[in-house]
């Protein structure tokens, strides 16, 4: 289901991506990345990308909070999913389980249809790359370098390969010049650009991002959309947790939304933030984007970003020959 | 009354350059001024400046003046400071207290520390909880809120010292939709029925749309744009300047850019 069509290169069987019985290859590659070694052109990566499936996710908290409840998604190699809900309804909880942070109390958690409930947490790393919300929780070193080395080294990586990513990595988000910096001499907006950095010198198939655009500035946005971009032509898949309803509309091509813990609405931009859908999104404490609400009004259908909304305008003034107030 | 900042620079110790400044500034009470930027700005620094605590406290030099209500802020002593100003920091986790088992006694923290009366205290609290519509958090331990919580926990500890003046910085960074409408329609009560100043520091220009009635939009520590609210946010100039316009803005350039006549009909629409 909601295959976008964007030929995710998945060709090759699934026996490398992090399949717990292999153990012995786990020396100098990454688990799931077939090209990652062999050139320092980034563009040419051909990651084998697994597909999700979360099967049934239930999740409480020891404290017997009830984070999520039988949460049912299949997310297909390369799909690009925002996954919105008010805070506290179950987002993080819920990609946790993807890196084996977090193990579901019920349910399954498939990879390549595999239940990843006894892979090693190492060997998700290598699968799944996971930028926290908060980026002191995942920041350690003193040097901005060394902070994106941590984890490529840890796959296995090193030497002028090691160095390529690293500076790549920090290149896709404006960090190319902070190398030798201490990352707690960079504002919260570029050191959460850093954590983001460290997570895609991994290469990871999978790209989980919690809320990336929190904190950012207008720039500090476009490099985010930047960076979901290229790993979209890459064929990764991206998962990103977000409040913004722009970002989820123009950058992603499925809109999961979650209310208490389940999925509340789940499709293509176009039918989420539609007006049909808009009383379940308010039910989740959420507003559709300006350009759905603009579109509606003028009986456009559903327009859920800028471009679409001008496009239909456009095509609505073409179709009306009977002055261009009155669209339709 | 007011907070003025005349001809203030200021840069912090150990570094050669300002971090703010030149700039000018007047917050009255009862008035929103927003604040945007690209990171890195300016826009803490001037929050720090305005609410008297550089130099004061964090040390640097300030040229030029910061008065509060008519006296000089440098002679101002932390606690007059404290009393006069709320500063919330951009992190929940730099304000919170760590010293309280419960988030009532954490909003209750400062109203004791001011020396209040009990009773007042408690009214006070419920007030400052309700304000932001987190009642039902005031039996947990502030260590264990989710971020959008703490967020929300830190701004009511700032309301109930009632202060005259109110310095926020990104008081909605963590929060969800709902969450940012709750607390901006807060915001806006605060300054109609308290008469607090406010001046907030915010990248959801929507937000600032909303409640503000001024907006300087900082560029290197100094203002590059500065003015009415409506006039700001509809500046051609704010994307360059690392801020988001507001969507109804966004909206109107991409189909004007596109060709199409702007009619009143899709004005309207946009409104």
Redesign the interface.
Known sequence: MNNSGRGPRNAAPAASAGAPADSGSSGTQGPALVAGRSGPAPAMLSPVVPSVEFDAVSFAYP?GTQALSEVSVRIAPGELVAIV????SGKSTLVRHLNGLLRPTAGRVLLDGRDIRRTHVARLAGVAGLAF??PDRQLFSGRVSAEVAFGPRNLGIRGDALEERVRAALDAVGLGGEAATNPYDL????RKLLALASVLAMRTPILILDEPT????????ARVREVVARAAEEGRTVIAIT?D??FAAECFRRVVVMRAGRVALDGPPTVVFAEAAWPELRAA???P???SV?GA??GLGSTPT??S??AA??AA?KASSRG???PR | MAIELDSVRYRYAGSASAALGPIELRLEPGRVVGVAGANESGKTTLCLVTAGLAPAVIGGKLDGSVRIDGVDAATLRPHELAQGCGLLFQHASTQLSHTTATVFEEVAFGPCNLGLAVSEVVERVWWALGAVGVEELAPRDPGRLSGGQAQLVALASVLALRPKYLILDEPTSELDPAGTGLVADALAKVAAETGAGILLVEHKTAVLARIAQEVIVLERGAAALAGPAATVLADPRLTQLGVEPPAAVRLEREVRSSGIEWTAALAEAMG
Do not use: C, I, W
């Open positions: 404290d809900g008010q805070n506290g919300q908060n504002g919260y907006s570029r929190t904190g950012q500035d207008a720039r500090g946005v409040h309803m722009d404490f959420l507003e984007p300006a350009a603009v009004r003028l800028a471009a909304l001008v305008l456009v003034l261009p107030d009155k």
